[in-house]
T-cell receptor, first 112, second 115 residues
């Protein structure tokens, strides 16, 4: 069985501050990991993904995530938050099953 | 940039009625998926579809559900007799291949409300 846990359903940061959204996973096989973002009234948009190779993955809009096997984590970071980053963020896993297994999502609020 | 589209954006129906949710996947994609998200819960996989057949389905996808690619562009999810617990946001997705590493592109969703 595979699962994804996102710690913190709501995260608030000030504009310009570091964004850190946490994701831990469980998988019996080497996982492929994804971060998706959902803006209001829009679909899930891929931010970045880890497949194999380099464990630090860079995505769109200045986001990056690091795959840490020893910690079974794939946390999402951005050095400086922008108002336009306010959205819901989903961590997802593809492992033994082809279909994506999602975390429960983290709503990011950026304060002026 | 190509995108997945879904219609309608919001569907309200009475319990026991049939509903059809429609999706137009990205044109050169071959693999199609339906996921749903009940309010306050995780996004859950329902079914994947390739070459006019169901590839995988979850335990949620029971006999009340069916999928179809009626023509070269549309991909539909039918719920035969809706229940209150079918109220959810339904997302369609598509990908070029079935590789675990291939990106699944999602549509904006259809919010289904069953009264």
């Amino acid at each position: 069985a595979q699962s994804v846990t996102q710690l913190g359903s709501h995260v608030s940061v000030s504009e310009g501050a570091l964004v850190l959204l946490r994701c831990n996973y469980s998988s019996s096989v080497p996982p492929y990991l994804f971060w998706y973002v959902q803006y209001p009234n829009q679909g899930l948009q891929l931010l970045l993904k880890y497949t194999t190779g380099a464990t630090l993955v860079k995505g769109i809009n200045g986001f990056e995530a690091e795959f840490k096997k020893s910690e079974t984590s794939f946390h999402l970071t951005k050095p400086s938050a922008h108002m336009s980053d306010a959205a819901e963020y989903f961590c997802a896993l593809s492992g033994s099953a082809r279909q994506l297994t999602f975390g429960s999502g983290t709503q990011l609020t950026v304060l002026p | 940039e190509p995108e997945v589209t879904q219609t309608p954006s919001h569907q309200v129906t009475q319990m026991g009625q049939e509903v059809i949710l429609r999706c137009v996947p990205i044109s050169n994609h071959l693999y199609f998926y339906w996921y749903r998200q009940i309010l306050g819960q995780k996004v859950e996989f329902l079914v994947s579809f390739y070459n006019n057949e169901i590839s995988e389905k979850s335990e949620i996808f029971d006999d009340q559900f069916s999928v179809e690619r009626p023509d070269g562009s549309n991909f539909t999810l039918k719920i035969r007799s809706t229940k209150l617990e079918d109220s959810a946001m339904y997302f369609c997705a598509s990908s070029q291949s079935d590789s675990h590493t291939d990106t699944q592109y999602f549509g904006p969703g259809t919010r289904l409300t069953v009264l």
